[in-house]
């Protein structure tokens, strides 16, 4: 026994560590690391995203989406959407998800979780981008991508791009859709869907980002990132980023990309390609997003997620997914 310390404090000690766990200031302590696997190698949409003040996260399990406190990670609510939820993106004001199961959108208050409305999207929708006051969903099997008001949900056009497309990004002017099925690039014009043109993206592209001057391109089998000039597809740089590249993202100042087949997310330098860290993380972190100061990785199964330091790749918590039961949100 500590001199000095008596059964009071300890009791009281033990009382407070309670407390703190209960109210999510202590995370739990990091779940054991899931042995390399088969895993899906083509990400859909981005399943987690940061609306600037909350984490939200698709499950396609339960059909739900969850709302975690970026602070500490605690679930603030689970909410009801369509089959098999997918890709989100934020307008705002609302959370809009890709319910690939349902063919259809769902858009959620970012505030209370309320759902707003339902909509057609299509036959496979499977990520969505918002530009300018407009949803852009792509449709992975009839390989079109759908563009509706974001006010109300009716659809303005409907747009061939190439073979089973799978993420969106823009450029400012125009909308950039990565097709993983023919492995190339479309490029839209925002304002009327115009196409302009199909680019070669390489083998087995999974995902795509814009860091405001370049596209990039994660390719799975190869492991590597490709930097795209948005003018022409030109290719600027290719980077070896690791075995596999599942998802990438640019944090405003470097790329994040996840390689679940090692359990890792790495970053690079957008200049040169530098490996500037390697981070073991959590499970087949194949999800991965960025809330400003820190990343958060998702396991394959995205039943729990960690968040790591951005500076230092340091896992600060780990959190389950698993909290009360699902409900939606008061109208």
């Known amino acids: 026994m500590i001199r000095g310390f008596t059964k009071s404090n300890r009791q009281i000690a033990f009382a407070v560590v309670l407390i703190l766990i209960w109210s999510g200031f202590l995370s739990s302590p990091a779940l054991p690391q ?15 995203i940061f609306d600037g003040e909350f984490i939200w996260i698709s499950n396609a399990g339960s059909n739900t989406v969850s709302k975690l406190s970026p602070l500490n990670g605690r679930l603030l609510g689970s909410f009801q959407v369509g089959q098999a939820p997918r890709g989100l993106a934020f307008d705002g004001e609302n959370i809009w998800v890709a319910d690939g199961g349902d063919a259809t959108v769902t858009k959620l208050r970012a505030s209370d979780g309320a ?28 390989d079109g991508v759908r563009k509706v008001r974001a006010s109300d949900g009716q659809t303005i056009g409907i747009y061939g791009v190439g073979e089973s497309p799978t993420a969106l990004a823009t450029d400012g002017e125009n909308i950039w859709v990565l097709n993983s099925g023919s492995g190339s690039l ?7 869907g115009e196409s302009l043109g199909n680019f070669p993206a390489g083998d087995s592209p999974t995902s795509l980002v814009y860091d405001g ?36 993202i640019f944090d405003k100042t470097n790329l994040w990309v996840s390689d679940p087949s090692k359990n890792t997310v790495v970053e690079i330098s957008p200049n040169d390609g530098t490996l500037l860290k390697s981070v073991l ?50 109208n």
């Open 281 to 330: 993380s959590v499970g087949r972190g194949e999800s991965i997003a960025y809330d400003g100061t820190n990343l958060w990785v998702a396991d394959g199964s995205l039943s729990y997620i960690a968040k790591l330091n951005g500076a230092t790749g340091r896992i600060m918590g780990t959190y389950s997914l698993h909290g009360p039961p699902p409900h939606a949100g008061p």
């Open 213 to 248: 001057s370049s596209l990039w391109v994660a390719s799975n089998d190869s492991g590597t990132v490709v930097k795209l000039s948005p003018r022409d597809c030109e290719v600027l740089a290719s980077y070896q980023a690791s075995d596999h590249a599942s998802q990438i």
């Open 115 to 142: 759902t707003l409305g339902v909509f057609e999207a299509g036959s496979d929708p499977v990520a969505v981008l918002v530009v300018d006051g407009n949803v852009w969903i792509a449709d992975h099997d009839a």
């Open 34 to 48: 899931n042995p390399p696997g088969p895993f899906d190698s083509e990400v859909v949409g981005s399943p987690m």
């Open 186 to 192: 479309t490029k839209l014009l925002a304002s009327t």
